[in-house]
């Protein structure tokens, strides 16, 4: 269900199972996995997550889980934490364009990505309180660092979904577009990043998950800045965008 194309230094990687609103069973992520890992191993430049049909992902495939016998640990902890962390780690800048239900694990995908588009009608919350279940994925990391804790347990308690303009105008994520120009208009700024600066966005990636994750001070985050900057200048693309820039014309950067 899982599919990665290779084109012009962008990898689009599509979950197809549009009629179980492509949910992930074990096989599916281990597919995906895989998808990430020939994606790096291709070299590109930038790397497009999307799903097919009126849904991003619905979140685990449960159609033949047992709860009598189910290991929920095993599931999330020993292979969903695993791929988001790689795909957190991708070394390109990548993106997510995520229309209808983002759920569970579907949310964690998006939790994963550098950059998400949605669907002004995308549907994004928890609906694990009809479950028995708690948010998972990252969830309560995503909700709580962006809507404060006030709002996550309303979301949790409730069960109630917020849109995609919504969960943009909270802060959630980047930008909404109509549900038809979504994609099109997601590629359109990918191809435009994937002729960029690899090199550069790299260290800028890397630099934005330190302060996420370590909760470095200004002075800590300017020194790293200090450092990647003075790597980035003996790189060709270092030279080429201060050569256009005095020659008044568009870099043609490598990566």
């Known amino acids: 269900m899982i599919e990665l194309s290779v084109d012009n230094g962008i990898a689009e990687i599509v979950l197809n199972a549009p009629k179980k609103l492509n949910s992930l069973d074990e096989a599916a992520l281990a597919e995906l996995s895989k998808a990430y890992d ?3 191993a291709a070299g590109v430049r930038a790397l497009l997550l999307r799903g097919e049909g009126r849904a991003f992902c619905a979140g ?3 159609s033949a889980v047992d709860p009598a016998s189910d290991d929920a640990y095993a599931y999330l902890g020993e292979l969903v934490t695993p791929l988001l962390k790689k795909m957190a780690a991708f070394p390109a800048p990548t993106f997510a364009a995520a229309q209808g239900a983002c759920l569970g694990v579907g949310l964690g995908l998006l939790v994963a990505t550098d950059v998400v588009y949605v669907a002004d009608n995308a549907k994004i919350g928890s609906p694990f309180a009809n479950l028995g ?3 998972d994925s990252g969830g309560h990391w995503l909700f709580t660092e962006r809507l404060g804790a006030h709002r996550t347990l309303d979301l949790i308690y409730t069960a109630d979904l917020m849109s995609g303009a919504e969960a ?6 980047s930008r909404a ?5 979504l994609l099109d208009s997601t590629r359109t700024i990918v191809e435009r990043v994937a002729s960029g600066a690899t090199g550069a966005f790299r260290a800028s990636k890397e630099l934005v998950a330190q302060i996420r994750d370590s909760r470095v001070g200004l002075w800590t985050a300017m020194e790293a800045e200090n450092t990647a900057q003075g790597e980035l200048c003996r790189t060709r693309d270092y030279a080429e965008g201060f050569s256009a820039f005095i020659d008044k014309r568009k870099p ?3 990566g």
């Open 38 to 40: 020939d994606a790096e």
């Open 60 to 62: 685990r495939d449960i």
């Open 133 to 135: 279940a708690t948010l």
């Open 168 to 173: 943009v105008a909270a802060g959630l994520f």
């Open 177 to 181: 577009f109509p549900a038809d120009e």
């Open 252 to 254: 043609v950067f490598e």
